[in-house]
């Protein structure tokens, strides 16, 4: 493992090898019987112990989360406190239950719905938000009732190692797993006896899950590569807003705006206007490093690979320890063919397109032009002409003249080539349960 803020080196960790996932896959499968068996309330309350004692150990995930990431610490301390919110959440929810009509719907018979856990979990999550990540995979499986085996990403696995410490003592042994390894590791747990696949990850990623599953469920969350459709009444901050949100977590966001889309008569004032908020963000203070050589390799070759005739960088404030870490400044990239690598693929990284529509039909044009679906943004001062456009958006979430507001109520999931299935709210619970419908018939002669 590496510092992404220097480059170095930070220790090493044995990656679980096909008898550890077999191992940890019999141990889930016998906790899965008595989590899955417990009363809602009595899961409810353990997952409520469980956040309490995250809230208490909050410095020892900080520093997990710091050392894996290299984030700023305000932005990780905002995300363990998020992943805690999540965790709080799901101990309610679940008790509130997610089931369609039950009562006599068919003469002379009374039927119900019995919500019933998949049994064992397995949840792949990336490095871009370790412990937010898994907040949400692991949330709404373990408040279903089922065994989770957590893996996350092989550069930042730290956090997920203290979230199964500490859900062995709250929730039971064997409830909540964390396997450390690369993808190895991720394609022996996925093609394992597990009962579901949660992956979040690249869409080269996915597919490969899908074919390890087989028939198994899987909830799949591919990426983004978000459209921004800014119109010339837009909010007067609407282009610090999408800087602040583009830089936030150096852009490794899934739902981070990527793709600014303006008409002509704004065109070169969003251009400017980007230009100069990017100005006041500088790598170092403002936003951390890329996660991996890896990544920074692979955002350097799509850069490099744009024929935009605009390209503007901001400033870059690290130390000389940083020099060899893997900081990347804001850029802004204009003038660029639809069919660019910065805007057919996403990037993930600090970096924003601006492209040109001729009127507001052709930027709902531009916008789904990509394969990715998971979240977009509209800005315009004018409502009425921003809902219908954001109506009109192909995309699981869709925020109009703000963006990456986000709260646990709110359903958060792709569509087409951002995977499906639904992370947080009510709704994510069944994805990790399997509905039984009940019938008795009540009539005469009995």
């Not at 101990?91 to 006599?104: D, I, K, M, V, W």
């Not at 089922?146 to 062995?168: E, F, H, M, W, Y």
């Not at 022996?188 to 390890?212: E, H, M, N």
């Amino acid at each position: 493992m590496t510092d992404p803020r220097t480059g170095g080196a930070r220790g090493t960790m044995r990656a679980a090898d096909g008898p550890d996932v077999a191992a940890a896959v019999r141990t889930a499968r016998k906790a899965a019987r008595g989590w899955g068996g417990l009363s809602g309330g009595e899961r409810s309350r353990r997952l409520s112990r469980l956040a309490d004692l995250m809230e208490r150990e909050a410095p020892a995930y900080l520093a997990a989360e710091l050392a894996g990431t290299g984030k700023p610490p305000s932005e990780a301390a905002a995300e363990v406190a998020a992943s805690i919110d999540v965790l709080r959440f799901y101990a309610g929810a679940l008790r509130t239950g997610t089931s369609p009509a039950a009562g006599e719907l068919i003469p002379g018979h009374e039927s119900w719905v019995r919500w019933e856990p998949l049994g064992v979990v397995a949840a792949i999550v990336p490095w871009n938000y370790p412990l937010l990540m898994a907040a949400w995979r692991i949330g709404p499986a373990l408040a279903a009732g089922n065994a989770v085996i957590l893996k996350p990403a092989a550069t930042t696995p730290d956090s997920g190692l203290l979230l199964a410490r500490d859900a062995g003592q709250e929730l039971g042994p064997g409830v909540l797993q964390t396997l450390v390894g690369g993808r190895a590791t991720g394609r022996t747990l996925t093609a394992g006896p597990v009962d579901a696949v949660a992956f979040t990850g690249s869409p080269a990623a996915g597919l490969d899950v899908l074919g390890r599953a087989g028939t198994r469920r899987v909830s799949l969350e591919l990426g983004g590569n978000s459209p921004v459709i800014v119109l010339p009444d837009a909010p007067a901050d609407a282009c610090r807003a999408l800087m602040d949100a583009c830089t936030y977590n150096a852009g490794q966001s899934c739902a981070a705006p990527a793709r600014v889309i303006t008409l002509r008569e704004n065109h070169d004032a969003v251009v400017a206007g980007l230009v100069e908020a990017m100005e006041s963000r500088p790598a170092g203070p403002a936003f951390g490093p890329l996660n991996n050589a890896e990544q920074a390799a692979r955002y350097d070759t799509l850069l490099r690979s744009s024929a935009a005739s605009v390209r503007r960088s901001g400033p870059m404030d690290v130390t000389e320890e940083e020099r060899g870490g893997y900081w990347r400044p804001a850029t802004v990239l204009a003038g660029l063919p639809e069919d660019d690598p910065a805007v057919r693929e996403e990037v993930f990284g600090p970096l924003l397109t601006v492209q040109v529509a001729a009127d507001p039909h052709d930027a709902l044009r531009l916008a789904g032009s990509v394969p990715q679906a998971l979240a977009a943004s509209v800005w315009s001062r004018d409502l009425a002409r921003a809902l219908p456009l954001a109506q009109a958006l192909d995309a699981g979430e869709v925020w109009v003249n703000c963006h990456l507001a986000q709260t646990a109520e709110l359903p958060h999931g792709g569509r087409r080539g951002s995977g499906h299935g639904t992370d947080l709210s009510v709704l994510a619970l069944t994805e990790y349960q399997r509905p039984k419908t009940v019938t008795v018939r009540t009539g005469p002669g009995l």
